[in-house]
């Protein structure tokens, strides 16, 4: 058994954030799955939204994002996270993070789908890379935070409607039970419950089912948002190409050449995600292509090279050179905007758990993210959930002693049923979603987890857990999607068109 004052599942911006601000009040634990920068958070490439440029405001910001998420926001969690997000930056730059800057040392600001103003702080495009740089390094600088890598949580442990803590297979050590007074889920998104995701492979969506599992409310899943334009390539499947080239003038062609966005939307192809990722997915289906392509060419090489340093040396790993080739892209899979329910402390429904970053639907996001708010919702809410989880009563003396031990069904039944799952929800439950199809992917899933249920056990598996984690999540997913019914934001059903 472990116990620390604060337990922090997950080593992204949540996760990490909260770490840093309660290490000043107690014993920290984090645990992660996988090695401590492996997360959704090391690949974000275009950067933080925040009000501070000149002719910016929060109530500008604010406008935007309650734009966005058409009108399921929740205003009171919108106007904190915009009023807090100047501060948000200054706290990541005093730990050390490095901004891109103007020759006039000012912030260096990007423009992004969405947004009515220059507001997106970023380290060329790769600010997610810099911003786990930076919460890794003093998270491992620091002596109250304890951090075990390869630890993969298998169970909350509720008691008496209180969160003690966790159970977790750690990598060396076997199953091991982890006690504090406060807990909190940072465990990031579930881009795998499809076959095409920007999302690395730790985002299983573990998080969602262990909090559906102990009885922490969830809501909005129906809300995944799909990436207009993701790399179509074998080699590098999912690599998302930032809305930022967009931004810099990039256009998106079909095949012939033509600039379809003028079909669709007047804000071309700056307009919100939503609308672009539709407009991309039924010119694929017009023309029965399995592509269209973002053109760059026209951009000066050297500003390319300068601003998008990831994209031009990824890509021509694959000898694409984006000022002279055009890239193939699709949509895919890329946020959770519903998930864990949690008031502005980041609480959740049971009490002793917190949640934060892409697993909550801190109510930001509504029907649809605004570009560039995730990071900042992560670092938001996890420094406000620090300010009053330091205030949580000692853990109840007589805690449970009995480890959890899971098995998990046989790694090969786990690979049959991930694939099956995966493609059911990227046929049915995608950009574009049909009564039907909606009624399929219910059906098929329910009866792929009800198969699982009877499956043999053997001995614990990560892959095969999250597996049935994958199995628990789109269920979730798939049924929310079918029980809307109506056409908001994210959720696209061409019967309600
Ligand atoms: C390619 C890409 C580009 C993006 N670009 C941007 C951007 O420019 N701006 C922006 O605001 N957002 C962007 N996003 C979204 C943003 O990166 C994420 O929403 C955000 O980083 C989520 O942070 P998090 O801390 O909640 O989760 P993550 O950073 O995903 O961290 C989750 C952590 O939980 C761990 N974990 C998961 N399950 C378990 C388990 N069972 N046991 C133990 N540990 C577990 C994982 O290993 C990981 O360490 C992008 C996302 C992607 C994928």
Sequence with gaps: MERADFLVIGSGLAGLTFALEVAKHGRVIVLTKSHITDSNTNWAQGGIAAAVGESDSWTLHEQDTLTAGAGLCDPAAVQFLVKNAPEAIDWLTSLGARFDVTGSNELDLGREGGHSRHRIVHHADKTGWEVERTVSAAVRKNPNITVFENTFVTKLLVDNNRCLGVSAIVNDLGARNFFARATILATGGCGQ?????????????????????????????????????????????????TEAMRGAGATLRNHRGRRFMYDHDSRLELAPRDIVARAIQKEIQRLSTWCVYLDATHIPAELLQREFPTIWEKLRTVRIEIEKDWIPISPAQHYACGGVTTDLDAKTNIPGLYASGEVTSTGVHGANRLASNSLLEAIVFSRSAALVAVDEA???????????????????????????????????????????????????????????????????????QEAENIVNVSRLVADAAAARTENIGLHFNEDFA
């Design 193 to 241: 419950i499809y076959s095409t995701t920007t999302n690395p492979k730790v985002a299983t969506g573990d998080g969602f089912a262990l909090a559906q599992d102990a009885g922490a409310e969830l809501k909005n899943l129906e809300f995944q948002q799909f990436h207009p334009t993701t790399l179509v390539h074998p080699q590098l499947p999912g690599f998302l190409i």
């Design 394 to 464: 000692d853990l109840p003396s007589g805690l449970p002693e009995a480890v959890h031990i899971p098995q998990s069904i046989p790694e090969a039944e786990a690979i049959r049923v991930r694939h099956a799952v995966q493609h059911l929800m990227s046929q049915h439950v995608g950009v574009f979603r049909t009564t039907k199809g909606l009624q399929i992917a219910s059906e098929q899933i329910r009866e792929t987890a009800e198969e699982v249920a009877s499956m043999p056990r053997t001995s614990f598996s990560t892959y095969a």
